[in-house]
């Protein structure tokens, strides 16, 4: 508990643990964002999201080692990476909507491990990392630190959020997609064609995860494996933000990424995984239990 | 359901059966076959992949320079892989499967200390002996094994040095020793947790204190709460390990937040190309080394160090990092054994490993009775204007090591 | 009754190839003791996620405590080697059991995929804690103690153990499911809350299936640790992107729901497995990813289900295909 003391010393590295917490976790949401939609609309839980992540990355990682600016790479690996979610949903994805959820996550895991080794076996399994060339910004004395690139991060997470919530409603697709997310039998009755809407979700899913693997890619490193991390953080902050609440996604990422932060400062590293699991499982004991209650009041 | 849909399950009991027994490794008369289980996919695939090529480029370059010799016969090597995607239970199924059912002369180590942990006991239980270059844990060499030779130092050996200098820095500025304070950031595994015990073991030693001791979880992409760490409790020097990510996310995180501290020390930074991703970010990071290809040794197969670089440069396309190195002195170590032995009889070249003191590029080779190499030491560089300069031992250094590193602001 | 006499005959037939396997073929051994363990691991996770309807992702949680008790044991309990390990084996098991009966009520509670990410969560940290506590050795991993027989003797050794367990878990599983139990888990997986209104109490029974899966998992633990003889937290014990995903791979493979399902998915899937790694050196885990996509979106009822089907299909093509005995879509509406 020594961390602990050291916290109380200097509450200024609170600031710090808080504010790097912040922007990890906005990538973080960034993901999640993606899982939600497509648990949301689609009754999909994806196991590969992380994956989707990995290859955004390197699509970055590989135009840029052609001389093209992340700035550009970013968008055109979102755009790469729907046409790359069209194909995926095309061939495999369609055939599973209607199954048991329990199908999508086997499906997806298939999908997941085949990419990952088809990652290491095209990129190869060296970790790559992109120079964002940003410097960092020095608060309170160099005592809180943040490097730029994550504020990139950061904003970037938050657009693209505000961007799908605007998309969402005001565009006929994304009202399509609402639509359907609320009850895909009727929007069918009433003529919306719930397959190219979720086609369109799918893709979109697959662009945005490729915006977040740059943004990996230039704030950490990527190589073939790193997708289960995303995966299972996504699927938390889903749970905790609660299904279809997308607002809700970037504020329980954030979170998260606080957590972690302070978690691994208090605890010491290697019980942040757990810590943050744990936490995982206590809150969905406690949410079944307020459910549970619920329940009970209304019989 | 009926009585074929339940017969298959017997059936395909059979059809498994049926397939070990016909499969039969068919070595030819003049070859000599080593196993190797290494990690080509998994979080160990570039290293394994590096252990590989070592391999490879040892057994060619022995085949042609007239292969092995064996009383009056000569044999060429021939290399069996199996791929354990960088994890320990698959490993050891795969060696028990090059020994038994491809029916492999002798066993080269595969990537990492896990691994080679998991291996250890199988190449010990069929009394075969085994070479390895990549299984630095000390934990191996405890427990007795008899068929285990390691051409490596043990990982607790890695940041050894770094301390060293350390102290002997600190008594240069006229400070006690014993009031020098060191951060540790390692990623929590085999290996890393061995670097660890050793700095720890040579920090008591001093009466340093360890202020952080952090062990990363090995799925953790960030290590931005140790260093915020570092920063509050300013210790004088950050060791980190944690393979060719821990290497990454040091010298990229340290720089993106300014975190300064007078000595950055870390394993892994050649493999990990930090100078060529990092440029000048990744200046005064010390970086432990099992070799060097500055060093000076005579190689019976490849003349000296520098000729390894550059034909193994030549033939695979990058520099050849230690672990490439100590994958290929692995080989020759085999080789050696072999021909002292004169006979491809497991027990007598495990014998005549056993007596080996020879000299190869990678440093002089001779077994202690736990399978250790005590005969090579470690090397310490530095990285100074975007070069790896040896600093320790001091017998190769070429310059003395800058300590404490300037202020960030105060660098260019 | 027929259908009965074949059963028994099949078991038996199965038995004695089990026993004679070793002998047969030698050179195997450790991969057909692997292939019982995967059995075990398929018909202890169908308990559960087949017959009563809750997917756990967790259940390798069971198999890593058992693991590690038993190396504990033998390493702190100054034994003699098989007495340890006897005791080992028995402690993993109550281990595992006392640990499920611990978590069931608060974990059971929780319904449909929920349920799946909790186990999934409770592995992990199970996983991570056993990294990072040195009294288990922490990342470092274990080592579990040399075998004192005849080096000859060992693997068959650990055979032996591991066919015995399956045997035991199969045939435990198969009384189960015929008695009483099998029909009240059967009934929660098709309708939870109807089979509670119907004055089941299944959180007992719940917990009963769990901590049965927990048992034969717990006590697999012990000789796993010993015939690898290196036990690694993440890769070996609790190795969640493998053992824990497999389970429930072969399970649905062969059809979940089913008894025979369970270990003609191990069985296939095994066998597939050990081919890809012999001969698709590196490329082996693609072929698996699209293995399992494949047996996913097109064979969603698994082996016995499809065959099910096929077999139906010529007799008269206009009726349905004889519902399995498996319901592939437990309701999860009551989550939503």
Redesign the interface.
């Given at each position: 508990m020594s961390n602990l003391s050291v916290l109380f010393d200097a509450p200024i590295l609170l600031v710090q643990l808080i504010v790097s917490g912040i922007l990890v976790g906005a990538i973080f949401a960034l993901v999640a964002y993606g899982m939600a939609l497509l648990w949301g609309v689609m009754n999909i839980i994806n196991i590969a999201q992380g994956e989707f992540v990995m290859i955004g990355g390197y699509i970055v990682f590989f135009l840029a080692r052609a001389g093209v600016s992340p700035i550009f790479g970013i968008p055109i690996a979102a755009v790469v990476m729907y046409g790359f979610g069209l194909a995926l949903y095309r061939s495999v994805i369609w055939r599973i909507i209607d199954q048991d959820m329990f199908i999508s996550i086997l499906a997806t895991f298939g999908i997941s491990i085949l990419l990952q080794q088809l990652g290491n076996q095209l990129f190869g399994s060296d970790i790559r990392t992109l120079p964002s060339h940003l410097p960092s910004l020095f608060l309170a004395g160099g005592m809180v630190t943040v490097p730029e690139i994550k504020i990139v991060g950061f904003v970037a997470a938050l657009a693209v959020g505000a961007a799908l919530v605007v998309f969402l409603r005001y565009t006929r697709l994304g009202q399509a997609i609402r639509a359907t997310a609320q009850n895909a039998r009727a929007a069918r009755v009433l003529g919306i064609d719930t397959d190219r809407v979720y086609a369109a979700t799918f893709a979109l899913n697959c662009a945005i995860c490729g915006a977040a693997g740059g943004l990996v890619a230039m704030t950490w490193f990527i190589q073939p494996y790193l997708g289960l991390t995303y995966t299972l953080r996504s699927f938390m902050i889903v749970i905790v933000a609660g299904l279809g609440n997308l607002p809700g996604v970037i504020l329980a990422g954030t979170g998260l990424g606080v957590v972690e932060q302070a978690a691994g400062f208090i605890l010491g590293a290697e019980y942040q995984t757990a810590f943050v699991f744990l936490l995982l499982v206590v809150i969905l004991v406690g949410r079944n239990m307020v459910l549970a209650r619920q329940r009970r009041y209304l019989k | 359901m009926n009585f074929k849909l339940k017969t298959l399950a017997a059936m395909s009991v059979a059809a498994m059966l049926g397939a070990g027994v016909a499969q039969v490794a068919s070595a030819a008369d003049d070859t000599i076959v080593l196993g190797a289980a290494v990690s080509l996919t998994g979080k160990y695939a570039t290293l394994g992949h590096n252990t590989q090529d070592g391999y490879n480029f040892t057994a060619k370059r022995i085949n042609e320079t007239g292969g092995v010799k064996v009383g009056s016969k000569h044999y060429k090597l021939k290399i069996a892989y199996y791929d354990d995607e960088s994890t320990s239970a698959r490993g050891a199924q795969l060696v028990e499967r090059l020994i038994k059912q491809d029916h492999v002369n002798f066993v080269l180590g595969p990537y990492s200390s896990a691994l080679t942990k998991a291996v250890a006991p199988i190449t010990e239980k069929y009394k075969i002996p085994m070479v390895e270059g990549n299984g630095a844990s000390r934990g191996l060499f405890t427990k007795g094994y008899k068929y285990l030779f390691a051409v490596l130092n043990t990982s607790d050996y890695y940041l050894r040095p770094a301390v060293a200098i350390l102290a002997e820095e600190a008594k240069k500025e006229g400070r006690d020793p014993k009031s020098m304070k060191i951060a540790i950031a390692v990623e929590n595994d085999n290996f890393s947790r061995d670097v660890r015990d050793g700095v720890l073991e040579d920090a008591k030693k001093y009466g340093m204190k360890v202020v952080i001791d952090d062990k990363l979880p090995p799925d953790l992409n960030d290590m931005s709460t140790t260093l915020t760490k570092v920063k509050a409790l300013k210790p004088d020097a950050l060791l980190i390990s944690g393979h060719d990510k821990g290497a990454i996310l040091g010298i990229r995180q340290v720089a993106a937040q300014k975190v300064y501290v007078p000595m950055l020390a870390m394993t892994h930074c050649d493999s990990a190309k930090v100078i060529k991703k990092f440029g000048k970010d990744a200046n005064y990071a010390f970086c432990a080394s099992q070799w060097d290809s500055n060093l000076t040794y005579k190689d019976r197969w490849f003349g000296n160090p520098q000729k390894f670089a550059e034909d193994f440069k030549k033939a695979y396309n990058y520099d050849p990092p230690y672990q490439v190195a100590e994958s290929a002195a692995a080989v020759e170590v085999f080789a050696d054994a072999i021909e002292r032995a004169g006979s491809l009889d497991p027990q007598k070249v495990r014998d005549a490993l056993t007596k080996t003191d020879m000299v190869t590029f990678y440093g002089p080779v001779k077994f202690d009775s736990t399978g250790k190499n005590v005969g090579k030491s470690m090397v310490l560089y530095q990285i100074q204007n975007g070069k790896y300069v040896v600093v320790a031992p001091s017998k190769w250094a070429k310059t003395k090591p800058i300590y404490p590193a300037p202020q960030w602001d105060k660098r260019q | 009754m027929n259908n009965r006499k074949?059963?028994i005959a099949?078991i038996v037939?199965?038995g004695v190839?089990?026993i004679a396997?070793p002998w047969?073929?030698?050179?195997?051994t450790?991969?057909?003791a692997?292939?019982w363990l995967m059995i075990l691991f398929a018909l202890t996770w169908d308990i559960n996620g087949g017959q009563m309807g809750y997917?756990s992702f967790g259940n390798v949680l069971f198999f890593g405590l058992g693991v590690y008790a038993c190396a504990l044991l033998q390493r702190d309990s100054g034994l003699s080697y098989y007495v340890a390990l006897g005791c080992g084996i028995g402690l993993g098991a109550l281990v595992a059991a006392g640990v499920a009966l611990i978590l069931g009520p608060?974990?059971l509670?929780?319904?449909?995929?929920?349920f799946?990410?909790?186990t999934?969560?409770?592995a992990?940290?199970a996983a991570?804690?056993a990294?990072?506590w040195e009294y288990v050795g922490?990342?470092?991993?274990l080592?579990t103690p040399?075998y004192p027989g005849l080096?000859e003797h060992?693997t068959r050794f650990f055979y032996y153990l591991l066919f015995a367990l399956a045997a035991l878990t199969f045939l435990a599983v198969r009384k189960l499911y015929s008695a009483r139990f099998g029909l009240a888990i059967n009934a929660i997986r098709d309708d939870e809350d109807k089979a509670e209104a119907m004055g089941l109490h299944t959180t007992r029974y719940k917990v009963f299936a769990w901590c049965i899966s927990a048992f034969f998992l717990g006590a697999a633990g012990g000789p796993v640790g010993n015939l690898?003889?290196?036990i690694?937290p993440?890769?070996?014990a609790f190795?969640g992107?493998?053992f824990g995903?497999w389970m429930?791979?072969m399970a649905?493979l062969g059809g979940k729901g089913?008894l025979?399902g369970p270990?003609?998915g191990a069985?296939?899937f095994?066998?597939t497995q050990?081919?890809f790694?012999?001969y698709l050196?590196?490329?082996?885990?693609?072929a698996?990813?699209?293995?399992?996509?494949i047996?996913?979106?097109?064979f969603?009822a698994g082996?016995?289900g499809w065959?099910?089907r096929a077999?139906a299909r010529p007799k008269d093509p206009a009726q349905p295909a004889p519902a399995t005995k498996t319901a592939?879509?437990?309701s999860?509406e009551a989550e939503?």
């Open positions: - | - | 074949r059963d099949i037939a199965i190839a089990g396997a047969v073929a030698p050179a195997v450790t991969q057909l692997f292939l997917n608060a974990i509670a929780i319904r449909g995929h929920y799946a990410i909790a999934l969560g409770l992990i940290v991570d804690i990294s990072a922490a990342a470092s991993g080592a040399v080096i060992r690898v003889g290196f690694d993440q890769d070996l190795a992107a493998t995903v429930v791979l649905v089913t025979w270990v003609i069985v296939v095994h066998i050990e081919v790694w012999t050196l590196g490329w082996q885990r693609v698996m990813g699209l293995l399992i996509v047996i996913v979106v097109f969603p082996i016995l065959a099910g077999r592939p879509r437990p999860m939503r």
